[in-house]
């Protein structure tokens, strides 16, 4: 009989919140080039006598965080001890959340190759991280260390866990997923999502329904640091899995490692790892009770999401997928583009140009976009030239190249670069024509005679023709003075 297969993937991503201290106590959180050990103090190193208080501003981005992806917030919420024995815990328990996480049931769009697949939420939940543990060897060298060394700067950082349903079925939607989210929280500035710094996390678990009604045991993959990365461990589980089950063997529930180098997941031994946490509740912080105003004004102060943004861009202003993803993913990108419809820019046109030449000057400069010397205003009036053909494009973008170089309004630039609102006059454009075709006998013998170089050194003409003209003037019209003009030359020499 021929088996077939289930994938099934639930994934835990977790998201270092934006605030300026840890969890429990005013330590920085800035913990990336930091001296080892510098950012700590006997809450954050759980020395005896010391007691930990809420960060207000963690639970408030892990509150707005949840409300996006529509989730409810418990009206009451408390602090476990998960308990285990391992040199990056000082205190050999994390605080984290157990029995009543902050947040509950929601649930998040995903876009694949056109369609929406609404993901459930289990749960969204506050903990603090551990330290950071470095190997090393005497010489300095990292493979085949001799001796480990911790820093607790990164310990106590605030952390939000957010818990998927096993609802994703192959690796391209946990990546669509990952990358959802990542949008999420830098959209909503709930954290920078940054996959490299460890900013955003994710552990994957994975198992396989087969079609003679068996199903394999769920293994963890830890170990991930991009999406890549997550990508590939998926897809290298579900060829392993699936082999043994296709062998009639069992599948070990166990936690496994991916090495990226070796393109493999490996038993982090199971026995050794297996871990009995022994939750307990947090005996020095009490039960905290969530101010329904402050879910409520949180809630109203929620911008327009990233999806909807996206489905609007699709539906009402006819935008193509790939453009709506690029422009809806950052709030100011979106509010950019939108002024620029605004102020009377037509829609495609400015989704086009802000995606092309906005951003591009954007990444280029490293200046943000509300910074750039050109505004939706600026771009606006440009726009409107080009819709109305008194610019071409070409032209146009030498317009904005100078609006930016010197920090002028359209006008201004236009003059600077000699181009006129109404585009190349029809004599110039003729003189212009004519003028190259001279200068070039061969090619214009080539192309007067015909045959099948005549394309390529027509098409090679009228590139010289449109860079001296600055491509003020459409290429119907260049072809059609190119054919006036040869006409007359061929006209002269019979
Ligand atoms: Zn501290």
Redesign the pocket.
Known sequence: MDLSFETVIGLEVHVQLATES?L????PTAYIGTEPNT???????GLPGSLPSLNRRALELGVKAALALDCSVNAMTRFHRKNYFYPDLPKAFQVSQYDIPLAVSGSMPIFLEGRVKNINITRLHLEEDAGKLVHKTADGRLSGASFSLVDYNR??VPLAEIVSEPELSSPEEAREYVLTIRRLVRYLEVSDGDMESGSLRVDANISQKCSDGRWGSRVEIKNVNSVRAMERALEYEIIRQREILLNGEEIVQETRHWDDGAGVTRSSRSKEEAHDYRYFPEPDLPPIKIDEELVKYIGCSLPELPWDRRERYIREWGLSQADSVSLSENQDVALYLEKTVAFGADRQLAANWVRTYILRLQNETGVAINDLAVGPEDLASLLVHVKQGSLSSTAAKDVLGIMFALGVKVGAAMEKSGISAGGVSRDALFETVARILEANPAETGVIIAGGDTAVRKRKYLMGLVMKEIRGQAAGEEVSAAFDAVLGSIRDRSL
């Open positions: 840890k429990f106590c005013s330590c950012n700590v103090c006997p809450a954050c190193l310990g106590g």
